[in-house]
């Protein structure tokens, strides 16, 4: 009898739905799930594994929370796509633009993907530009001018995206306004739009520094072009505002998708009205899609911000448990002598091994020594620890971590380390 690897490996291309899946990047061997509860991702041996993928951002309150996975049988009798509009669509994009005000008009989609390929299709139909400036490590997907230089993808070697849709992109370098004027030299008013993470989660866990965003904004508004913010992790990841309410800079469009379905496929994207005008019917720009807003996922994105709205206190909870986290790791560089940073934020944490103050943009995260976290990586698998197999990606926590988790966790790290 064939193991579940062999298996996949003989029907699924690569083995799996998504490169990262398969371990490549870290040179491990794929981790095969069988099931999930809570904080903990269980093989099939029955080996219970405390999960820090949390599936790449969306489970905010960690794996089959009661709140989001009882009474789906009668929410399942309504029906699960429609294709209609209705009216808890409707008032599912009035409590977005509520928390987000940005986003005076809005679209429901099923993934991030679809978000940001959609908000760069407005962008550039509003200004009839085709160029866009993105950056380095960022990641938004896997549409053609998405994948140039993203994060996430990294490594995948871009086959497939056609020199066309290269010699439209303008990559420049993370809180490096100096990188984006040099990028734009010659083209200052030539492009359609700048797209961001306005946090960065894809590249391990880096911030916007304090001026990047709104450099952006000021050279968008310079040249005629939007500011797209992806905030596919960041919105409720770090809050009902995600990151565009802690700054001051509002952006022309924005996309959003993960945690907002609590692991149901629903993402949107959406922004200023003069903006989303262009689409049709309005205008002559189309997106559509079958399952775009279906009443079964919209209810699961009720759910979300009913349960975040009950439970102010679960940010500082996360929050209190990261930190811990963090620090425990912090400790353990000390006690070895190993010059690693651990950056958290709020429900993120991450660190690799890299000497120095932590990483500002992806040529730096990229000079941390990847062997050492393959080797870290399958030594806290041996443990009993689940981290996404990646540089790229972070330790997400959520509402289902627990203080005598991280307590292994760092037992684990100690040991690994
Ligand atoms: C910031 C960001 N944007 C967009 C995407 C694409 O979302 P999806 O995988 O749902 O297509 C991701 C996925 O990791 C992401 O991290």
């Known amino acids: 009898m064939q193991g579940s690897i062999e298996r996949a490996l003989e029907v699924l291309a690569g083995g799996c739905d998504s490169p990262v899946r398969s371990g490549w990047s870290a040179g491990m061997p794929m981790f095969v799930q069988a099931s999930a509860a809570g904080a903990y991702a269980y093989d099939e041996s029955g080996r219970r594994y405390i999960d820090y993928i949390m599936a790449y951002g969306p489970l905010l309150f960690g794996h089959t929370n009661p709140e989001l996975v009882t009474g789906l049988d009668a929410l399942a009798k309504g029906g699960f796509v429609w294709g209609t509009t209705h009216a808890e669509e409707i008032r599912l994009a009035e409590r977005i633009r509520a928390y987000l005000p940005s986003m005076q008009r809005m679209r429901f989609v099923t993934t991030g993907t679809e978000a940001m390929m959609s908000a760069v299709r407005v962008a550039r139909a509003f200004t009839g530009r085709s160029r866009i400036v993105k950056f380095a490590g960022n990641y938004h997907g896997h549409f053609d001018l998405a994948l140039i230089d993203a994060g996430a993808s990294a490594g995948s070697g871009g086959g497939g995206i056609p020199q066309s849709a290269r010699a439209d992109v303008l990559v420049a370098r993370y809180n490096d306004l100096a990188s984006v004027d040099e990028v734009l030299a010659g083209d200052e008013t030539g492009f359609a739009a700048i797209m961001v993470e306005p946090i960065g989660a894809n590249m391990g866990f880096v911030p916007a520094a304090d001026g990047f965003l709104e450099g952006l904004l000021q050279r968008a508004r310079r040249a005629g072009a939007l500011l797209i913010f992806d905030e596919v992790i960041t919105w409720l990841r770090f809050g009902?505002?995600?990151?565009?309410?802690?700054?001051?800079?509002?952006?022309?469009?924005?996309?959003?998708?993960?945690?907002?379905?609590?692991?149901?496929?629903?993402?949107?994207?959406?922004?200023?009205?003069?903006?989303?005008?262009?689409?049709?019917?309005?205008?002559?720009?189309?997106?559509?899609?079958?399952?775009?807003?279906?009443?079964?996922?919209?209810?699961?994105?009720?759910?979300?911000?009913?349960?975040?709205?009950?439970?102010?206190?679960y940010y500082s909870q996360m929050d209190r448990l990261a930190r811990r986290l963090a620090g425990g790791l912090r400790e353990i560089f000390t006690q070895r002598g190993l010059p690693y940073t651990a950056v958290q934020q709020e429900s993120v944490v991450d660190f690799k091994f890299r000497a120095g103050p932590a990483a500002q943009n992806y040529d730096e995260a990229c000079s941390a020594d990847r062997a050492a976290f393959a080797r870290y990586c399958a030594a806290m698998l041996e443990r009993g620890v689940l981290l996404a197999p990646s540089q790229n990606e972070v330790m997400f926590l959520s509402t289902a971590h627990t203080a005598q988790d991280v307590n292994e966790t760092l037992a684990a790290a100690q040991e690994s380390l």
């Open 240 to 313: 009902l505002r995600g990151a565009q309410g802690r700054t001051s800079v509002v952006p022309d469009l924005t996309a959003l998708g993960k945690i907002m379905g609590g692991g149901l496929p629903i993402a949107a994207f959406g922004g200023r009205r003069d903006v989303m005008a262009v689409l049709a019917p309005d205008g002559e720009t189309f997106t559509g899609g079958t399952h775009g807003g279906n009443p079964f996922c919209v209810a699961m994105a009720h759910r979300v911000l009913d349960l975040l709205e009950a439970h102010p206190e």
